[in-house]
T-cell receptor, first 114, second 113 residues
Framework: EAGVTQFPSHSVIEKGQTVTLRCDPI?????LYWYRRVMGKEIKFLLH????????ESGMPNNRFLAERTGGTYSTLKVQPAELEDSGVYFC????????????FGPGTRLTVL | GDSVTQMEGPVTLSEEAFLTINCTYT??????LFWYVQYPGEGLQLLLKATKADDKGSNKGFEATYRKETTSFHLEKGSVQVSDSAVYFCALSDPGSNYQLIWGAGTKLIIKP
């Protein structure tokens, strides 16, 4: 069974540009989460999808971030326009059920904004 | 709100030494507790978990016991190996926080041969 995959693995862009990150969850997992770790800080929750619906987007930092999950399959996270403080590692995770179910993580996308 | 505090690193040990990485938490409800590990160049992997008080999670020689009375979930291993060098994250999941994972800062572990 394939794990969670993320693309790209690295992205280097200039301030003001747009970047789109993609996450493919484990097949059959209805729950999809985005987290990020900004340099030197804790991993922070961004948002949670259940199928194609946003269940919780309380962690989204501002309206420059837009997440979608088309058809309840893969998800994209777009940052537009990117700022220097958006640099960090963006992780995606998926789980089959809520509650105590384990969240399985992808390898992350390292975003560098210059 | 909920939070997780874990000991700062880096922690440097010799091979075969005993390991403890402390983790304490605050939560409004009855959380599940997790240890994740990130090996160099890789993503986050679940190491072990415990879903209720007094549960013990274990995997790859690592153990942690969910202690409600001390709100702790310390990670231990009796004899570490060089291959255990990684960053270890303590995290909780609470129904009151919609089951999002709330993370500690991570502890970098360096094992010297």
């Amino acid at each position: 069974e394939a794990g969670v995959t993320q693309f790209p693995s690295h992205s280097v862009i200039e301030k003001g540009q747009t970047v789109t990150l993609r996450c493919d969850p484990i097949s059959g997992h209805d729950n999809l989460y985005w987290y990020r770790r900004v340099m030197g800080k804790e991993i922070k929750f961004l948002l949670h999808f259940v199928k194609e619906s946003k269940q919780d987007e309380s962690g989204m930092p501002n309206n420059r971030f837009l997440a979608e999950r088309t058809g309840g399959t893969y998800s994209t996270l777009k940052v537009q326009p990117a700022e220097l403080e958006d640099s960090g590692v963006y992780f995606c995770a998926s789980s089959q059920n809520l509650g105590t179910d384990t969240q399985y993580f992808g390898p992350g996308t390292r975003l560098t904004v210059l | 709100g909920d939070s997780v505090t874990q000991m700062e690193g880096p922690v440097t040990l010799s091979e075969e030494a005993f390991l403890t990485i402390n983790c304490t938490y605050t939560a409004t409800g009855y959380p599940s507790l997790f240890w994740y590990v990130q090996y160099p160049g890789e993503g986050l992997q679940l190491l072990l978990k415990a879903t209720k008080a007094d549960d013990k999670g274990s995997n790859k020689g690592f153990e942690a016991t969910y202690r409600k009375e001390t709100t702790s979930f310390h990670l231990e291993k009796g004899s570490v190996q060089v291959s255990d060098s990684a960053v270890y994250f303590c995290a909780l999941s609470d129904p009151g926080s919609n089951y999002q994972l709330i993370w500690g800062a991570g502890t970098k572990l360096i094992i010297k041969p």
